[in-house]
């Protein structure tokens, strides 16, 4: 059965534009080996320490630096060459991933270290991941900028569901230690990518880093009032409903322990997500982006409460499937919005602020998930975060109007051909340097980004 063309994802920004077509290949191919090195380190943590909460601290190694780096590193980002300082990150991350082989192959043992490299390679990421965040808006036209997030969120997905599997394989049969080997090598698929392109140098020349910058960054967040509504939006879906901390104890007490079913839960939520970037040609036509980021919100929390509900493994499966969707629409809108309203010059602070929410809080989503149950039970901790973000949700767009009222244009103005960076220092046609382009918004308020969208993390723990 054919589906509709207006139904399956806007595939041009790959046709068009062969610097995004080199980045989004590399980056993924990049990102699947991140994923293998995450299975091993939670695999190799447990076997050292036969410990669940050991494992569980893996979680707040990885939010406590993603967190204090992204933000205090941001104002780097919007000084220096970007592309420059991909290409030194990657490289660190490279050698970190080398370290993580090297010790495995060692047989060292220690969980200590494995710790500080994780908390390493997380920090790297959090200037990395930002910085790259910038490329997409250099490489694609504005009205591409939807169909370039759901590109990107589709590779992220594909990556969650394709390299814990090929790790699964790899460890039975070589090891854990070939696949710190393999993420090692992966990075240079991504190091080729960046090195091909431009330089790609922020377009304000007389910006410094230091306290004044980030403060400026952050006083743009909190004031452009759209932004900070997508922030809180986030925050409260992935704080409130995250529940991967809940899959295991909730495959045991209804659907036997089994390793498979648990397996299969652990992918649903990225199955959806999936599911949700190749049918996501209407959502590049969505006009409305706040109010679209905020139904899909609501369906997230939806698909959780049915979770929490189930009392059959499909049905159980169906409802993560659905909340994978849910979520993987609100980052592509989420994502198209922040970096339309977001001006160049800022672009590094506010993906920083973007990358500190969404690969830090869902840490501690899964922290109060976990929590929750202890108290209660794991049915009461799903259904009751699943209600509250729907509640959540709701709050947002009633404190913050602006938001659901912002509206984009149908088929904005070419800003450059496909495929060539704006020239450094120019702005789009019709838009003063330093300012955000608002003459083709209508804005009562507000403006920004999401959580795992627009760039692949090389360390993400479930």
């Not at 394989?169 to 990518?193: M, N, Q």
Request: charged share 10%.
């Amino acid at each position: 059965m054919k589906l509709p063309g207006r139904l399956v994802m806007d595939i041009a920004p790959l046709r068009e534009s062969a610097p995004y077509r080199r980045l989004w290949i590399g980056s993924g191919l990049s990102s699947i080996g991140g994923q293998m090195t995450s299975y091993a380190v939670i695999l190799q943590v447990f076997v050292l320490t036969r410990s669940s909460l050991a494992v569980g601290l893996i979680g707040l190694v990885i939010a406590v630096p993603t967190i204090a780096v992204a933000v205090a590193g941001s104002a780097v980002i919007d000084v220096f060459d970007r592309r420059t300082i991909v290409l030194a990150a990657t490289g660190l991350q490279a050698a970190v991933s080398g370290l993580l082989a090297c010790q495995a192959f060692a047989g060292l043992g220690q969980v200590w270290l494995l710790y500080c490299l994780v908390a390493a390679q997380s920090a790297i990421d959090a200037v990395n991941s930002p910085a790259r965040r910038t490329f997409m808006p250099r490489l694609l036209r504005r009205d591409q900028l939807p169909a370039g997030a759901a590109l990107q969120t589709l590779a992220m997905h594909a990556s969650l569901t394709i390299g814990p599997a090929l790790a699964g394989l790899i460890t039975a049969t070589a090891g854990l230690r070939t696949c710190y080997l393999i993420d090692a090598i992966s990075f240079g698929f991504a190091l080729y990518a960046v090195a091909r392109l431009p330089s790609m140098r922020p377009q304000a020349r007389d910006a410094r880093p230091g306290l004044r910058a980030i403060g400026e960054g952050l006083r743009f967040v909190v004031r452009t009032r759209v932004i900070l509504g997508a922030f809180t939006a986030d925050m409260s879906a992935v704080f409130l409903g995250m529940p991967m901390a809940l899959f295991p104890a909730i495959n045991a007490q209804r659907f036997g322990g089994h390793a498979e079913t648990l397996g299969l839960l652990t992918t649903a939520v990225a199955v959806g997500g999936i599911l949700g970037s190749v049918l996501s040609g209407p959502v590049s036509r969505v006009t409305r982006q706040g109010l679209g980021m905020l139904m899909a919100g609501a369906v997230w929390g939806t698909g959780l409460t049915g979770f929490g509900l189930a009392g059959t493994f499909w049905l159980a499966f169906l409802s993560l499937v659905i909340a994978g969707a849910g979520d993987v629409t609100a980052v592509v809108l989420r994502t198209a919005l922040v970096q339309t309203v977001t001006p160049d010059e800022l672009r590094g602070r506010v993906s920083s602020a973007e990358y500190a929410v969404g690969a830090g809080v869902p840490q501690l989503g899964n922290f109060r998930a976990g929590a929750v149950a202890s108290l209660t039970s794991p049915t009461t901790s799903a259904v009751s975060g699943g209600l509250t973000t729907i509640a959540g949700t709701a709050l947002i767009g009633l404190l913050i109007p602006s938001l659901a009222a912002l509206r984009a244009p149908a088929r904005p103005a070419a800003d450059a051909r496909p495929g060539q960076p704006h020239p450094a220092g120019q702005p789009p046609r019709g838009q003063q340097p330093g300012r955000p382009n608002h003459s083709s918004l209508v804005l009562t308020d507000h403006a920004v980004p999401s959580h795992d969208s627009n760039e692949l993390p090389k360390l993400h723990t479930p």
